[in-house]
């Protein structure tokens, strides 16, 4: 499986400012993915992470609040902005696809404790 | 729209005991099914896939698979405390749309 790196691992945030989370994997892989998961619930989609395009935003979730890059097939990152206490979550990057492998898991990044005061 | 479930839990059993973990699923192009574990505090890890009805065995796992009833089991034999945490249940058509159950909780009791 591919060796994910996600960073930071926790912040604590004061209200209305932005922070950038960062995802780098070992491997090419064709999918990421950034995922929210709020205590006690499940995963939820944020948005698909499009190598070299705008990234694909599920309901609910839009492009001026979580703006998220992806230069290649290697690397990710997921912005919050504006963040009010409401966006305290964990942050999941995920990966699938390898290039090399054809591989379709998917694979999780440790994950970012975003607090938002 | 696409929905997974699973009963949210807890699940208490006692160690030693078969733990068994239910998922049904809608939508009837889904072609991969995953099992994650994840511990609290933790991120999801994978511990099993299922591509084709049947059983498949990894250890003490047993993934069920039955496509005609939308339905997926996982099943951990001889449990451990160390087995306790939530199990989260997913789907996919071809990689390209994960799925993700709510997850059961599992409490392995000593």
């Known amino acids: 499986s591919a060796v994910i790196s996600q960073k930071p691992s926790r912040d604590i945030c004061q209200r209305g400012t932005s922070l950038t989370i960062q995802c780098q994997v070992d491997?090419?892989?064709?999918?990421m993915f950034w995922y929210r998961q709020q205590p006690g619930q499940s995963l939820t989609l944020i948005a698909t992470?499009?190598?070299?395009?705008?990234?694909?935003?599920e309901s609910g979730f839009v492009i001026d609040k979580f703006p998220i890059s992806r230069p290649n097939l290697t690397f990710s990152t997921l912005t919050v902005s504006n963040m009010s206490p409401e966006d305290s979550s964990i942050y999941l990057c995920?990966?699938?696809?390898?290039?090399?492998?054809?591989?379709?898991?998917?694979?999780f990044g440790s994950g970012t404790q975003l607090s938002v005061l | 729209q696409k929905e997974v479930e699973q009963n949210s839990g807890p699940l208490s059993v006692p160690e030693g005991a078969i733990a068994s973990l239910n998922c049904t699923y809608s939508?009837?192009?889904?072609?991969?099914f995953f099992w994650y574990r994840q511990y609290s505090g933790k991120s999801p890890e994978l511990i099993m896939s299922?591509?084709?009805?049947g059983d498949k065995e990894d250890g003490r796992f047993t993934a069920q698979l039955n496509k005609a009833s939308q339905y997926v089991s996982l099943l951990i034999r001889d449990s451990q405390p160390s087995d306790s945490a939530t199990y989260l249940c997913?789907?996919?058509?071809?990689?390209?749309?994960?799925?993700f159950g709510p997850g059961t909780r599992l409490s392995v009791l000593p």
């Open positions: 995920s990966v699938g696809g390898s290039v090399q492998h054809r591989n379709e898991k998917l694979f």
């Open positions: 491997s090419q892989v064709t999918m």
């Open positions: 992470a499009n190598q070299g395009s705008e990234a694909t935003y």
């Open positions: 939508d009837r192009v889904s072609q991969s």
């Open positions: 299922i591509y084709s009805n």
């Open positions: 997913a789907v996919t058509d071809y990689g390209q749309n994960f799925v």
